[in-house]
C-alpha cells in the first residue's frame, strides 16, 4: 500500500512563499505522474499544476509564473513550489501521484491528505 504525506502548508503573508512536500512511502517501482490540486471554501477542486513523465510541466492560469511543480524521483517525493501567494490562493492543496506499483507494475494513483494553505496579512 502507498501513502502520500503532505508537509509545508501554513499561514503567509501576501508576497510570500512557501513550499509544500508530498512525500510517498510503501512499494513503488517508479513515479509516473504528478499533480497540484487545490480546494478553497466553496468552491469546486481544481487542478493547479501538474507533469507527465517528460519535463513539460502545466500550471492554471491562476498560478503560472509564480508556481512549479517539480520532483525527487530519488526521495518519492514530490514538491510545489509557491511565490508571490495571493489570498486568493487561500485553499487546502492536495498532491495527487500515479505510479507503477509492484508486482506488474500497474497505473495507481493516490492522494495525500491535504495541507491548509492561508495567505492573509
Known amino acids: 500500500q502507498v501513502q502520500l504525506v503532505e508537509s509545508g502548508g501554513g499561514l503567509v503573508q501576501p508576497g510570500g512563499s512557501l513550499r509544500l512536500s508530498c512525500a510517498a512511502s510503501?512499494?513503488?517501482?517508479?513515479?509516473?505522474?504528478m499533480m497540484w490540486h487545490r480546494q478553497a471554501p466553496g468552491k469546486q477542486r481544481e487542478l493547479v499544476a501538474s507533469?507527465?513523465?517528460?519535463?513539460?510541466?502545466n500550471y492554471a492560469d491562476s498560478v503560472k509564473g509564480r508556481f512549479t511543480i517539480s520532483r525527487d524521483n530519488a526521495k518519492n517525493t514530490v514538491y510545489l513550489q509557491m511565490n508571490s501567494l495571493k489570498p486568493e490562493d487561500t485553499a487546502v492543496y492536495y498532491c495527487?501521484?500515479?505510479?507503477?506499483?509492484?508486482?506488474?507494475?500497474?497505473?495507481?494513483?493516490?492522494w495525500g491528505q491535504g495541507t491548509q494553505v492561508t495567505v492573509s496579512s
Open positions: 495527487n501521484v500515479v505510479f507503477r506499483v509492484p508486482p506488474g507494475g500497474d497505473l495507481r494513483a493516490y
Open positions: 510503501g512499494s513503488i517501482f517508479s513515479m509516473y505522474a
Open positions: 507533469q507527465g513523465t517528460g519535463i513539460t510541466t
